[in-house]
């Protein structure tokens, strides 16, 4: 039977779940106050649309008819996405790191008090037997369910003090951080940078754009021109399985360490900071022949990208949907592998040399053993250390396999149009095109501010995204702050009126809504019905967190404009960071929830 909560969800992750046998309901009163009524734990299931291992644990637990009884016997089961609610997916990550001092991932699985609101257990992909060194997740909800109803006290205890630590934060500080904590940071990231692949050591590996921006930052400011590890840190992002080597585009993160097999989600969030990334950093080369060298590499990478948002990713009303899926009709990366002799013939057809074929098998491994699951995902061979070693593919090969993919059968899409990751999108656009002299890019990114940007008059009542014509719940902090980070860009641009009256009614909403005693903006408002409304989130993920951009942005506008008001904000959100006394870097010595983590179990 169909589940009518689930189908009428403006997310079209909840919308997947609507034929589970599991009584899913969405996070709301209704839901909340049933299970106080009924004095039952709440099972909150967060994912999003691409998640493979969501898949995973939606076929093997969730479509499960006596696993589903089990569920809907001892709990009232709520399903989140994560894009749509990224104040519960900040919560419960976070209560995941309190709890169990790791990172966490999707999909999240907490068990809530339903007095509080506060998880007593909580872990992320459970197998429906037991593997992974985990238990069977029947047999764990079995657990559980007796856990609260025999160690009630214990479970209530453990969630105040959850909730205590949640919600923590020191008034604000009369001093901004000195520049000590940056050089700090600096050196902590390079402590921990693989010198053999690139990136930060370790697996599974991300793209870390904001860090790869801090970098690129600090690089600037010393005056160098970003050789060593951090032009390795780049190359590796466009030379091994990351990188989309035939439509371009990056996908979620690779799982080893050496960038070769990646998670095949492709998400708007990481491609639409990728173009400002490679354009800043092909802009640090010292002379007109290293800046060419870059920039024949990076400029047609970022064209390659960019045209594919906007072939695959564009809705109906100009925006941009927020992923593709990792999967394939059940299978993951079923879109994106091949076999040699798949290779062969394609290219065959296509007229390419034998010898042009015989060199491309060899350099994209397909001369080897198969490097994932009987099958071949597209990785050079031999790595580029250096941005300018970058080969690209050529492009008879390129277009001919990219048509024979075409006509495969595609990922889903998340029909999602998110504000902020599109406003994302557009500043990327737009600085990439003006550092590259690229006023196409520029343009798209000028156009896309303007499609997501409401009236002024709507923007206080702004929601953080939409599905069609239903707008799903009200936008959150990072939504504003990354709306107005493009209209800055936009103004900085063409400075007229238009723009600076939205950039006004932003900034006007934004204080009136999330402004924190401490001096920094609340990751969410009363209006959403958060656990922790006074959370207030600091540290960057898979993109930088809102009260970054917003003090970087507020500074900026603050400077041009004249407004002592704007600098003071951006000045009380540094402030507050600088009484929290963080240690520096600290989140970035293992990937975490702070890095976007959706962690593989190991066998």
Same mark, same amino acid.
């Given at each position: 039977?169909t #589940?009518?909560?689930?189908?009428?969800?403006?997310?079209?992750?909840?919308?997947?779940?609507?034929?589970n046998?599991?009584?899913?309901?969405k996070?709301?009163?209704?839901?909340l106050?049933?299970? &106080?009524?009924?004095?039952?734990?709440?099972?909150l299931?967060?994912g999003?649309?691409a998640c493979?291992w969501?898949?995973v644990?939606?076929?093997e637990?969730?479509s499960?008819?006596?696993i589903?009884?089990v569920?809907n016997?001892h709990?009232?089961?709520?399903?989140?996405?994560r894009?749509?609610?990224?104040?519960?997916?900040?919560?419960?990550?976070?209560?995941?790191? !309190?709890?169990?001092?790791?990172?966490?991932g999707?999909?999240?699985?907490a068990?809530?008090n339903?007095?509080?609101?506060?998880?007593f257990?909580i872990?992320t992909y459970?197998?429906?037997k037991?593997?992974f060194g985990?238990?069977g997740?029947a047999?764990?909800?079995e657990?559980?369910?007796?856990?609260?109803?025999?160690k009630?006290?214990?479970?209530?205890q453990q969630g105040?003090?959850v909730r205590e630590?949640?919600?923590?934060?020191?008034?604000?500080?009369?001093?901004?951080p000195?520049?000590?904590v940056?050089?700090a940071a600096?050196a902590?990231?390079?402590?921990?940078?693989d010198?053999?692949?690139?990136g930060l050591d370790?697996? @599974?590996?991300?793209?870390q754009l @904001?860090?790869?921006d801090?970098?690129?930052?600090e690089?600037?400011?010393?005056?160098?021109?970003?050789?060593?590890?951090?032009d390795?840190?780049?190359?590796?992002?466009?030379?091994?399985g990351l990188?989309?080597?035939?439509?371009g585009?990056?996908?979620?993160y690779?799982?080893?360490?050496?960038w070769t097999?990646?998670?095949f989600?492709?998400m708007l969030?990481?491609?639409a900071?990728?173009?400002?990334t !490679?354009a *800043?950093?092909?802009r640090?080369?010292t002379?007109e022949d290293?800046f060419?060298?870059?920039r024949?590499v990076i400029?047609p990478?970022i064209?390659r990208g960019?045209r594919?948002f906007?072939?695959?990713?564009?809705?109906?009303d100009g925006?941009l949907?927020?992923?593709?899926d990792?999967?394939t009709e059940?299978?993951?990366g079923g879109t994106?592998v091949?076999?040699?002799d798949? /290779? &062969?013939?394609v290219l065959?057809?296509?007229?390419v040399d034998v010898?042009?074929?015989g060199?491309?098998l060899?350099?994209?491994?397909?001369?080897?053993?198969? #490097?994932?699951e009987g099958?071949?995902h597209?990785?050079?061979?031999?790595?580029?250390?250096?941005?300018?070693?970058v080969?690209?593919?050529?492009?008879?090969?390129?277009?001919?396999?990219?048509?024979?993919?075409?006509?495969?059968a595609?990922?889903?899409?998340?029909?999602?149009s998110l504000?902020?990751?599109?406003?994302?999108?557009?500043t990327?656009?737009?600085r990439?095109?003006s550092?590259?002299?690229?006023?196409d890019?520029?343009?798209l990114?000028?156009?896309?501010?303007d499609?997501?940007?409401?009236?002024?008059?709507?923007?206080?009542e702004?929601p953080?995204?939409?599905?069609?014509?239903r707008?799903?719940v009200p936008a959150f902090?990072?939504?504003?702050?990354?709306?107005?980070?493009?209209q800055?860009?936009?103004?900085?641009q063409?400075p007229?009126d238009?723009h600076l /009256?939205l950039?006004?009614?932003?900034?006007?909403?934004?204080? *009136?809504r999330f402004l924190?005693?401490s001096?920094g903006?609340r990751?969410?408002?009363?209006?959403?019905?958060?656990?922790?409304?006074?959370?207030?989130?600091?540290?960057?993920?898979a993109?930088?967190?809102g009260?970054?951009v917003?003090?970087?942005?507020?500074?900026?506008?603050?400077y041009?404009?004249?407004?002592?008001?704007?600098?003071?904000l951006?000045e009380?959100?540094?402030?507050a960071?600088?009484?929290r006394s963080?240690?520096?870097a600290?989140?970035l010595?293992? @990937?975490?929830?702070?890095?976007?983590?959706s962690v593989r179990?190991?066998t």
């Open positions: 039977m #589940n009518p909560r689930m189908l009428e969800s403006t997310s079209p992750y909840l919308r997947a779940h609507a034929d046998p599991v009584d899913w309901h996070w709301g009163e209704e839901a106050e049933l299970a &106080r009524r009924e004095d039952r734990p709440i099972l299931s967060i999003y649309a493979h969501c898949h644990m939606a076929r637990s969730f499960d008819p006596d589903a009884a569920m016997r709990f009232v089961n709520i399903k989140v996405d894009e749509e609610r990224p104040d519960l997916d900040k919560t419960f990550q976070t209560a995941h790191a !309190l709890l169990n001092q790791r990172g966490g999707w999909p999240l699985t068990f809530l339903p007095d509080d609101l506060t998880p257990f872990g459970f197998p429906a037991p593997r985990m238990p997740f047999d764990l909800l657990r559980v369910a007796v856990a609260y109803r025999e009630g006290d214990q479970t209530r105040a003090a630590a949640l919600a923590a934060r020191p008034a604000g500080g009369s001093s901004v000195r520049v000590s940056a050089d600096r902590r990231i390079e402590a921990s940078l010198r053999e692949h690139g370790g697996a @599974p590996k991300f793209p @904001p860090i790869l801090f970098l690129i930052d690089a600037a400011s010393r005056g160098s021109d970003g050789e060593g590890e951090l390795h840190a780049v190359a590796a992002l466009l030379d091994g990188f989309d080597h035939l439509d585009g990056i996908f979620r690779c799982v080893d360490a050496d097999i990646p998670h989600e492709k969030v990481d491609n900071q990728l173009p400002a !490679l *800043r950093f092909c640090l080369a002379g290293a060419a060298a870059r024949t400029e990478l064209e960019v594919h906007f072939e695959r990713m564009r809705l109906p925006s949907a927020a992923s593709l990792a999967d059940g299978e993951e994106y091949w076999t040699p798949e /290779v &062969r013939a065959e057809a296509a007229g010898s042009a074929i060199a491309f060899s350099d994209y491994g397909l001369d080897r053993s198969a #490097n994932f099958s071949w597209l990785a050079r061979v031999a790595r580029a250390r250096r941005v300018e070693q080969r690209p593919l050529d492009e008879t090969v390129r277009a001919a396999l990219l048509a024979a993919r075409d006509r495969r595609q990922p889903r899409r998340d029909d999602k504000v902020g990751l599109n406003a994302l999108a557009a990327g656009l737009i990439a095109g550092l590259l002299g690229r006023r890019w520029a343009a990114g000028m156009d896309l501010c499609r997501i940007t409401p009236a002024e008059s709507a923007i206080a702004m953080t995204g939409h599905l069609g014509n707008a799903s902090l990072d939504d504003y702050a990354l709306l107005l980070e493009a800055a860009e936009a103004f900085l063409v007229d238009r /009256v950039i006004e009614a932003i900034v006007s909403t934004v204080t *009136r924190d005693t001096g903006f990751l969410s408002h009363p209006g959403h019905g958060s656990p922790v409304e006074s959370l207030v989130v600091y540290t960057d993920d993109q930088p967190s009260n970054a917003l003090a970087d942005t507020l500074a900026r506008l603050g041009v404009l004249g407004r002592t008001d704007w600098l003071e951006a009380g959100v540094l402030k960071v600088g009484a963080i240690e520096p600290a989140a010595s293992t @990937p975490s929830a702070s890095s976007s983590q179990p190991s």
